[in-house]
């Protein structure tokens, strides 16, 4: 599986960041929005692994999204929001508009562990 959502392209004259990325299955779906700001569409996927900058994910193939969309991992009631950098066949790699907390992704990987994934 690509890592390439964990390379952050750089800008001119600034050095590209990598993040540590931890390998999580976990079910989440993905949220198109509409006009109005209104949540359009709902689309299940499976998180793959994540960094604090991005994701891979496993999401069918014949789907088209549009350039951002947000994100939301069950278990969580939070909604990420992201922009689609690589997508190969189901493999499709995004990059949060923000960086992650840690304290999310420590129990984004806490929950993972107690129900025993990792």
Known sequence: MSMIMHVA????GQAAAVYQHYFIERPCRILVIGKQLKAKTKYQCLL???????AMLDFNAAIMLPKHFFLEIDGFKEEIGCAEVHRSGTELGVRFNMLL???FLRRLI?????SGGL
């Not at 793959?48 to 991005?54: A, M």
């Not at 806490?110 to 107690?114: A, E, I, K, N």
């Open 9 to 12: 392209l750089a800008k001119p």
């Open 48 to 54: 793959r692994h994540i960094s604090i900058s991005g």
């Open 101 to 103: 907390a840690q304290d």
């Open 110 to 114: 806490r929950l993972q562990f107690s």
